[in-house]
């Protein structure tokens, strides 16, 4: 099956100074949006407690939530989780109280023993280990960004390190754009998306590097400009083949893998399709604008003998 | 075209065989059993099979397997029933000292054992259980050893007849003023030769004080004493609990984790695992105990206990000389003589009565007391954990005493181990530092079901979209990749199993996306070869071209994907870290299958047929 008979000869580096401009709009957008709306957070950084139940048939919210008001719980949020049998609730952090007190009374008031209410799991998580938990999630990505941007300044050279850094920041904060938006809750296994995405988005950034080092090196001729635009054009199907599978996976994952997975997979559905633009326009668009030359990448000379005493 | 070299695919077929063997054991499934251990963690007599065949024939039960695995005994059988009555049976047979625990094992078969290979370990979120996360109160650790100086060292001062004018305590040091120079200069240097731990100053602010602040290296190993104490302390707890498999680990500077495997009633584990054993020093009435033991009339000064080894009964008097509250550091050791021994050291006011004791008694016996709250664990019909506290009172030591001493002393004429012991005892006996619980998560055993078929789920779906995909798209070479994913997905769960790295359902999660990214490769690999073709080269020539020149892309980019898996390792926790390990197993993996496998394939189709085109498109 072809989808393109040939390899398509689209004029990308033409709108990259467009792109880099909507993406630098866009970014500093979610930046603010992020600062003002904020995340969902889990208990995982948020500390507090997390009971998921299941009634034995369908069951309203609302009388959920007065089941926990009667029992002093006064600002509970409750969401259904999976169906609607499955219930998620979430208190904020107490003082004092421990944890099994706290499960025992939420249970209590739920009429556990006499609707036949079935535990799923309580989740306790102190506030110190929350904060804890924000200050390493935040230096593990800062670690990945750095540890990539060596690895690629080992490989390639410094304009395209600061390219595909500049990417995988912006896959970052479109990411948590979305799940801002959609108030997707963000907890530990969403970090972890996160930061395999990082990964996989420089996937793609690191095949178009590549074919740009060896376009430069096979064909003497040709602006800079013009070879970028050919190794985007040959990488392109590979990359919308790879994004597919990718796609199909975490759709997989979606659908069938239940709610513990689901901020999983939305954020690599997310993140995989905006790394498919940010891999040509940010990364590879900046690498361009930072001025990559020939040389940069080409193997040093061997020295002329005419240098010899 | 050269055919590939024979050597890769002898390694391609080794690979192949043993990652289908090492994998093998997690497709047998699991028989209900009972899993038999010594309470203090000793080694099980030679004998032991003996004895538990003999309380399985009394109990009218048949074993399937009975043998000893990691110094466990360990039941299996073939159902429940079986399995709760040989329980019951075993737990009356073998009385106290030992730990009976339900737990499941493997059906593994005998020869894959015997090559070491056994099932993946599943995470709590996948079988159900509990999780805490204790934290040792470093800053209560730290404050109580300040005050210990605080009465320590203007006692060791008035011994040396060095007269001090004040002390007082600040945030993490103690002071101490003197009426001239003299007498600081002269305290300064008694205190730096006895108390080399600490570190002394003058504070220029007040020329006439000695400011004593424990060293950097004292500090730390006063906080590494608390938390080895009480990993200790919960060691002991939860070996009481009759659980299989349970998980007792330090985790970072001050926290402690603890995972059961099974269990669902956090409240009362929580209860156990905060309450602290606590020890006494008490002077040993040398009147016959056995009258009082048969007849029931103890001394008014006295009371009635037993030891711990040989239930022997003895007398003590009422009055506690030491509590646990005041030992500061018990640890085994040698005299002088080279034999075992356990070295006790007290704070400043329980050596003061130590000493005054001790002086008025050499010669006589003294006994340690062990104070203990125990949980007793049985199964109701229902084969539901029933656990219940018992208060446990023994003594653990009797000792002559051979000198006046206070602050530090040895107890002597110990075997090695029974030295081991009894500082691992005096250790958990003493007051721990206080622990917090700051995470607990409980998991139900249907939530951890559902996860492991949701997970299995999305992954065959997975898998059957990816392969319909590639086959479509890539016709047979597609079929390759899919053979090359598969088998990549064996090799991840024998590479598990192997590390006996445990399974979680973010790792599941991981497994899926493995076979995005695994598949991304062949992906690279045939879109190259396509080039190729468009450009005119010969089927062979471009099957060549296509591996060699993406090989280099390829282990480029799963090189920044294992950057992330390793800074997710390193800070991660729990199922997150089985997501990484998962991960960065696929990624290695598939840099083998994806390019190796995929590769053998297509030269063994195509190497030695003439062809026009490729079956690529």
């Known amino acids: ?309 | 075209m050269q055919p590939y070299a024979t050597w890769k695919y002898v390694v391609l077929i080794v690979v192949m065989i043993l990652g289908a063997l090492y994998a093998a054991p997690n497709l047998y499934g699991e028989d209900p059993a009972v899993q038999i251990a010594t309470q203090s963690g000793d080694p099980l007599a030679n004998d032991f099979g003996d004895v538990v065949s003999k309380s399985l024939v009394t109990a009218n039960v048949q074993a399937k397997r009975s043998d000893l695995a990691n110094q466990q005994w360990l039941i299996s059988f073939n159902d429940e029933a079986a399995q709760r009555t040989a329980a019951d049976a075993l737990k009356r047979d073998l009385g106290n000292g030992y730990v009976v625990a339900l737990t499941f094992a493997s059906k593994t078969p005998e020869w894959l054992r015997s090559i070491g290979a056994k099932p993946m370990t599943l995470g709590l979120d996948l079988r159900g259980g509990v999780h805490f996360l204790l934290e040792v109160d470093i800053a209560d650790v730290q404050k109580k050893a300040v005050e210990r100086y605080l009465t320590d060292l203007p006692a060791f001062l008035r011994k040396q007849d060095i007269r001090y004018t004040g002390r007082r305590q600040t945030e993490n040091a103690v002071q101490l003023d003197f009426a001239d120079a003299d007498k600081l200069s002269a305290a300064k240097s008694a205190l730096s030769k006895e108390y080399s731990e600490l570190t002394l100053t003058v504070p220029p602010a007040s020329p006439m004080t000695l400011e004593a602040k424990m060293s950097d290296i004292e500090a730390k190993r006063i906080v590494d004493f608390a938390v080895k104490q009480n990993l200790t302390t919960l060691r002991n707890r939860v070996n009481q609990l009759g659980v299989a498999e349970p998980l007792v680990q330090r985790q970072g500077q001050s926290r402690i984790v603890v995972e059961l495997p099974g269990v669902t009633d956090a409240t009362q584990v929580e209860s156990l695992l905060g309450a602290t054993a606590t020890l006494e020093y008490r002077a040993v009435d040398e009147s016959d105990a056995s009258v009082a033991a048969a007849t029931g009339i103890v001394p008014p000064d006295d009371e009635l206990f037993y030891t711990r080894d040989g239930r022997r009964p003895v007398l003590l008097k009422k009055d506690v000389i030491a509590a646990g509250s005041q030992l500061v550091d018990a640890s085994s050791t040698v005299d002088q003589d080279g034999s075992p021994a356990v070295s006790v050291t007290l704070d400043g006011s329980g050596a003061k009565k130590m000493f005054d004791f001790t002086e008025k008694n050499v010669g006589k016996p003294m006994a340690v007391l062990f104070k203990e709250r125990e949980v007793v664990t049985n199964y109701n019909a229902k084969g539901e954990p029933m656990r219940e506290h018992r208060d446990v009172e023994e003594i653990i030591s009797i000792a002559t005493i051979r000198g006046v001493f206070g602050k530090r002393f040895q107890t002597t004429g110990l075997q090695s181990k029974e030295a081991h012991d009894l500082a691992i005892l005096l250790r958990a006996g003493a007051l721990a530092a206080p622990v917090d619980i700051v995470e607990v998560r409980t998991i139900g055993p249907s939530l951890g079901a559902d996860n492991i078929r949701r997970g299995f789920q999305a992954a065959v779906l997975g898998l059957a979209m990816v392969m319909v995909f590639m086959i479509i798209y890539y016709r047979v070479f597609g079929a390759f990749a899919i053979a090359a994913l598969v088998l990549n997905i064996v090799l991840i769960i024998a590479g598990m199993s192997i590390m006996s790295a445990t399974l979680t359902m973010p790792g599941i999660a991981a497994m899926v996306l493995t076979m995005g990214i695994a598949v991304d490769a062949n992906v690279l690999i045939y879109e190259r070869i396509r080039e190729e073709l468009r450009d005119g080269q010969t089927p062979h020539a471009s099957i060549e071209a296509g591996y060699d020149r993406a090989f280099l892309t390829i282990a480029d980019a799963n090189v920044t994907v294992l950057i992330g898996t390793i800074v997710l390792f390193a800070m991660g926790a729990g199922p997150v870290k089985g997501f990484a390990i998962t991960l960065a197993l696929g990624i290695v993996t598939s840099q083998f299958t994806a390019i190796v496998g995929s590769r053998s394939l297509a030269y063994l189709v195509f190497a030695k047929r003439k062809l026009k085109d490729l079956p690529i498109w």
């Open chain 1, 1 to 309: 099956m072809r989808i393109f008979a040939k390899v398509p000869n689209i004029n990308f580096m033409a709108q990259r100074r467009t792109g880099l401009i909507v993406s630098s709009l866009l970014t500093i957008g979610v930046i603010l949006l992020l600062v003002f709306r904020g995340l969902n957070f889990g208990i995982d950084f948020t500390g507090g407690v997390l009971v998921e139940v299941v009634y034995p048939q369908s069951v309203e919210l609302d009388s959920v939530r007065q089941d926990l008001a009667a029992g002093g719980y006064h600002k509970p949020t409750v969401q259904y989780f999976g169906g609607t049998q499955d219930v998620l609730i979430r208190l904020a952090p107490e003082d004092k109280a421990s944890s099994s007190e706290i499960s025992a009374h939420v249970l209590q008031a739920l009429g556990a023993e006499q609707k036949n209410v079935q535990l799923r799991r309580i989740e306790f998580v102190g506030p110190q280990v929350g904060d804890e938990l924000t200050v390493n999630g935040s230096l593990a990505m800062l670690f990945a960004f750095i540890g990539i941007a060596l690895y690629i300044m080992f490989r390639f050279e410094w304009k395209f390190a600061i390219g595909a850094i500049a990417a995988l920041i912006h896959d970052a904060i479109m990411v948590l754009g979305f799940l801002s938006i959609f108030w997707v809750e963000f907890d530990l296994t969403t970090l972890a998306a996160i930061l395999a995405l990082i990964g996989y988005s420089n996937n793609e950034t690191i095949v178009i590097f590549d074919r740009v080092r060896e376009n430069l090196i096979n064909q003497r001729k040709g602006t800079i400009y013009d070879v970028v635009n050919l190794s985007v054009n040959q990488t392109l199907l590979r990359s919308v083949i790879t994004h597919v599978t990718t796609l199909l996976v975490c759709t997989a994952l979606f659908l069938l893998g239940g709610a513990s997975v689901h901020s999983f997979s939305v954020s690599m559905i997310v993140g995989v399709i905006v790394a498919t633009y940010s891999s040509i326009y940010v990364s590879t668009g900046l690498a361009v604008a930072l001025g990559v030359s020939r040389e940069d990448l080409l193997p040093p000379e061997v020295k002329e003998i005419d240098e010899m005493p």
